[in-house]
């Protein structure tokens, strides 16, 4: 994916959802973006799949086994999306119809993109449902997902989406809305396919522990551009990005029982993406902000191998707020 | 605190049924949303409640409140029991509870500004009029962290977090004794949550409130509470000092909850032992007979016949430890699931 941008035209003026974002998965790579909310990570890989309404401005390209996915026509880019691409919503909840059986809401994956039968859809939706371990699988395939739990939807649409054997999965914010107990279940779940089937899958979320736990590369993202990137130990080791190292600090650490330390703030709020400046996105909340920062965007550099930090001051202390 | 001073809350066997579906044709049913909480906060103690959805957490919270009446059991507060009063005998005691809500969108007025929001319950109790109660509010912006000029904003016009402050100045604008908080930082943006918890904090070291404390998270209440109770399906199966339940956790429920936590640092989270919990919470509409954890315990097997036939009471073991599990005892623990040097690293 190169240097993508997208750009929504409001009443209040452009929104610029994502500005200039490139990276590369890897075969087999869990690729981990985080950000607060309106960063723009869950628009860019709607972009990638051309989910987005027609009042998206998309530029850039995205390559996927040698077809730029933006600029190829759609009936392409249809048959990709949910065979090699395939997505997992939020919302486990109001991403599945409440009027199908699970069973051809998976079914229906299959004879649509591999043109299997009813009676083959059925037996494959009932081996993808114990692949991804729900309990008495022939029973569950015949239920509607009201009468499925949280975690078990959740399941249910990662069998979906791992109905064609994708080469990338991308699950934007997947354990989101369940309890931690069922969270660390699906994510062994993820960790598992990806061991077991070889499928790259780059993971959207806020939350940093879920990174720590799963992802290979980190990307942090900050009002539409890219913040910092890096291996994920290399990431929580060695944070430069200052909006990297206040996330870092920002969240309460299970063990960290030193009470009277206090969490650390980042000053300010996320700016609005409509009037977005052209100097660093972070400048007006940032310790290590100067009259450079506020005037000029910070080019990605490598700061040490493998690790790309756009600001004008990178380094690991944290320094105020 | 001197010892004759009576807890600021004292919550006793509460249990809260809701029926529902109809009963006229033979269906319906009862939700055990509570079985038999209790409890007690000291003056200025932080008590949280942790569970998973489905605990009944949030209902301990809403009768404690009163914004619900319990089935059976008893609430006082400052000793005055307060379970079964009528709204109008409840009205002057307002003023010394107060609750934030989770979702600072849906729980402010939108045709209210902001300074009319908090300003309200000092207006309805009659404690400020006028000239006085704008000052207040300029004060208790202030010590929110807000700018006064926001007083005359609706609440649209903020961001989620300045939303969740202008809650917090509400609750805190008559000076509560006890201050319930519901999630108060499970919408907002982690940046956004650091702030609101360390504002919590300092305002509670200032002015001293009792602060029933609920939440899912576990690493935001060792962060912020003195003690902690862990529900699961209406039951408090352990309570103990922040320091006791996070370097000992003894009921295995607890271990699971802990050892499912995920710390940011993937040194540490990746050589974490989990404790995968089989299947889901089950319906409060039909809890397991016996203990309400076996269906899901990893040491069922250990516990039969014991945990089918009788639910463990809630026991002191040692130093106000207090555990509900048939395997724990004064002088001798449920089995280790997870190393607990692991769980404090």
């Given at each position: 994916m190169?240097?993508?941008?997208?750009?929504?035209?409001?009443?209040?003026?452009?929104?610029?959802?994502?500005?200039?974002?490139?990276?590369?998965?890897?075969?087999?790579?869990?690729?981990?973006?985080?950000?607060?909310?309106?960063?723009?990570?869950?628009?860019?890989?709607?972009?990638l799949?051309?989910?987005?309404?027609?009042t998206?401005?998309?530029?850039?390209?995205?390559?996927?086994?040698?077809?730029?996915?933006?600029?190829?026509?759609?009936?392409?880019?249809?048959?990709?999306r949910?065979?090699?691409?395939?997505?997992?919503?939020?919302?486990?909840?109001?991403?599945?119809?409440?009027?199908?059986?699970?069973?051809?809401?998976i079914?229906?994956?299959?004879?649509?993109?591999?043109?299997?039968?009813?009676?083959?859809?059925?037996?494959?939706?009932?081996?993808?449902?114990?692949?991804?371990?729900?309990?008495?699988?022939?029973?569950?395939?015949?239920?509607?997902?009201?009468?499925?739990?949280?975690?078990?939807?959740?399941?249910?649409?990662?069998?979906?989406?791992?109905?064609?054997?994708?080469?990338?999965?991308?699950a934007?914010?997947?354990?989101?809305?369940?309890?931690?107990?069922?969270?660390?279940?699906?994510l062994?779940?993820?960790?598992?396919?990806?061991?077991?089937?070889?499928?790259s899958?780059?993971?959207?979320?806020?939350?940093l522990?879920?990174?720590?736990?799963?992802?290979?590369?980190?990307i942090?993202?900050?009002?539409?551009?890219?913040?910092?990137?890096a291996?994920?130990?290399?990431?929580?080791?060695?944070?430069?990005?200052?909006?990297?190292?206040g996330?870092l600090?920002?969240?309460?650490?299970?063990?960290?029982?030193?009470?009277?330390?206090?969490?650390?703030?980042?000053?300010?709020?996320?700016?609005?993406?409509?009037?977005?400046?052209?100097?660093?996105?972070?400048?007006?909340?940032?310790?290590?902000?100067?009259?450079?920062?506020?005037?000029?965007?910070p080019?990605?550099?490598?700061?040490?191998?493998?690790?790309?930090?756009a600001?004008?001051?990178?380094?690991?202390?944290?320094?105020g707020? | 605190?001197?010892?004759?001073?009576?807890?600021?809350?004292?919550?006793?066997?509460?249990?809260?049924?809701f029926?529902?579906?109809?009963?006229?044709?033979g269906?319906?049913?009862?939700v055990?949303?509570?079985?038999?909480?209790s409890?007690?906060?000291?003056?200025?103690?932080?008590l949280?409640?942790?569970?998973?959805?489905?605990?009944?957490?949030?209902?301990?919270?809403?009768c404690?409140?009163?914004?619900?009446?319990?089935?059976?059991?008893?609430?006082?507060?400052?000793?005055?029991?307060?379970?079964?009063?009528?709204?109008?005998e409840?009205?002057?005691?307002?003023?010394?509870?107060?609750?934030?809500?989770?979702?600072?969108?849906?729980?402010?007025?939108?045709?209210?500004?902001?300074?009319?929001?908090?300003?309200?319950?000092?207006?309805?109790?009659k404690l400020?009029?006028?000239?006085?109660?704008?000052?207040?509010?300029?004060?208790l912006?202030?010590?929110?962290?807000?700018?006064?000029?926001?007083?005359?904003?609706?609440?649209?016009?903020?961001?989620?977090?300045?939303?969740?402050?202008?809650?917090?100045?509400?609750?805190?604008?008559?000076?509560?004794?006890?201050?319930?908080?519901?999630?108060?930082?499970?919408?907002?943006?982690?940046?956004?949550?650091?702030?609101?918890?360390n504002?919590?904090?300092?305002?509670?070291?200032?002015?001293?409130?009792?602060?029933?404390?609920i939440?899912?998270?576990?690493?935001?209440?060792?962060?912020?509470?003195?003690?902690?109770?862990v529900?699961?399906?209406?039951?408090?199966?352990?309570?103990?000092?922040?320091?006791?339940?996070?370097?000992?956790?003894?009921?295995?429920?607890?271990?699971?909850?802990?050892?499912?936590?995920?710390?940011?640092?993937?040194?540490?989270?990746?050589?974490?032992?989990?404790?995968i919990?089989?299947?889901?919470i089950?319906?409060?509409?039909?809890p397991?007979?016996?203990?309400?954890?076996?269906?899901?315990?990893?040491?069922e097997?250990?516990?039969?016949?014991?945990?089918?036939?009788?639910?463990?009471?809630?026991?002191?073991?040692?130093?106000?430890?207090?555990?509900?599990?048939?395997l724990?005892?004064r002088?001798?623990?449920?089995?280790?699931?997870?190393?607990?040097?692991e769980?404090?690293?």
């Amino acid at each position: 994916m190169r240097d993508l941008s997208v750009r929504f035209d409001t009443d209040d003026g452009t929104v610029h959802a994502v500005d200039g974002l490139s990276f590369t998965l890897d075969e087999g790579q869990v690729l981990g973006v985080v950000g607060e909310s309106g960063c723009g990570k869950s628009v860019s890989v709607m972009a990638l799949l051309r989910l987005l309404p027609p009042t998206a401005h998309v530029t850039g390209s995205a390559e996927f086994d040698a077809v730029d996915l933006l600029s190829a026509p759609l009936s392409h880019v249809r048959r990709v999306r949910g065979r090699e691409i395939a997505f997992v919503f939020q919302e486990p909840m109001t991403s599945l119809n409440p009027a199908f059986r699970v069973g051809n809401q998976i079914g229906e994956v299959l004879r649509r993109h591999l043109g299997l039968s009813r009676g083959d859809a059925r037996r494959r939706a009932v081996e993808l449902l114990d692949l991804v371990r729900i309990p008495a699988p022939d029973r569950r395939v015949d239920e509607y997902p009201h009468q499925l739990s949280g975690g078990m939807r959740q399941r249910v649409m990662i069998a979906m989406a791992l109905a064609c054997d994708p080469k990338v999965l991308i699950a934007d914010e997947p354990t989101t809305a369940l309890d931690v107990t069922i969270q660390s279940g699906i994510l062994d779940l993820l960790r598992d396919i990806r061991e077991r089937l070889g499928t790259s899958i780059i993971l959207i979320t806020h939350n940093l522990g879920v990174v720590a736990d799963i992802a290979d590369r980190v990307i942090v993202m900050y009002a539409g551009r890219k913040a910092e990137e890096a291996p994920v130990h290399e990431l929580f080791a060695r944070p430069e990005h200052p909006y990297t190292i206040g996330l870092l600090g920002a969240v309460p650490r299970p063990g960290g029982a030193d009470k009277q330390g206090r969490l650390q703030e980042i000053p300010g709020r996320v700016p609005s993406l409509a009037q977005l400046p052209s100097a660093c996105a972070f400048a007006p909340r940032c310790p290590r902000a100067d009259d450079l920062s506020r005037s000029q965007v910070p080019d990605l550099r490598e700061v040490r191998q493998d690790h790309l930090v756009a600001c004008f001051h990178p380094g690991v202390e944290w320094d105020g707020g | 605190m001197s010892r004759v001073e009576p807890p600021t809350l004292e919550v006793v066997d509460l249990v809260k049924h809701f029926h529902v579906g109809s009963q006229l044709f033979g269906g319906g049913g009862t939700v055990h949303a509570i079985d038999g909480v209790s409890f007690s906060i000291a003056p200025g103690e932080l008590l949280g409640l942790v569970g998973e959805s489905g605990s009944g957490k949030s209902t301990v919270a809403n009768c404690v409140i009163r914004l619900l009446e319990p089935t059976e059991g008893s609430i006082r507060l400052k000793g005055r029991d307060i379970t079964h009063l009528s709204r109008r005998e409840l009205r002057p005691l307002r003023s010394a509870m107060h609750m934030v809500f989770q979702d600072p969108y849906s729980s402010l007025n939108p045709r209210m500004t902001c300074g009319q929001i908090v300003g309200e319950p000092l207006r309805v109790q009659k404690l400020a009029r006028g000239k006085n109660l704008d000052q207040k509010v300029v004060d208790l912006f202030d010590r929110v962290g807000l700018r006064a000029e926001l007083r005359f904003r609706y609440p649209h016009e903020l961001s989620g977090g300045q939303r969740q402050r202008v809650g917090l100045a509400r609750a805190l604008s008559v000076s509560p004794t006890l201050l319930v908080a519901d999630e108060p930082v499970s919408a907002l943006d982690v940046s956004v949550q650091a702030a609101i918890l360390n504002l919590l904090r300092d305002l509670q070291r200032d002015m001293g409130f009792s602060c029933l404390f609920i939440t899912h998270d576990l690493a935001t209440v060792e962060y912020l509470c003195d003690r902690v109770a862990v529900m699961y399906l209406g039951k408090i199966v352990e309570l103990a000092t922040t320091r006791d339940l996070f370097a000992g956790p003894k009921h295995p429920y607890t271990q699971a909850l802990l050892s499912a936590a995920l710390v940011p640092d993937p040194e540490v989270q990746r050589k974490r032992t989990r404790v995968i919990l089989q299947g889901d919470i089950p319906s409060p509409l039909a809890p397991p007979s016996g203990c309400r954890f076996r269906t899901r315990c990893p040491l069922e097997h250990e516990s039969a016949p014991a945990s089918t036939e009788e639910d463990p009471p809630l026991i002191d073991v040692g130093g106000g430890h207090l555990v509900a599990c048939h395997l724990v005892r004064r002088g001798r623990d449920a089995p280790k699931l997870v190393d607990t040097a692991e769980l404090t690293a």
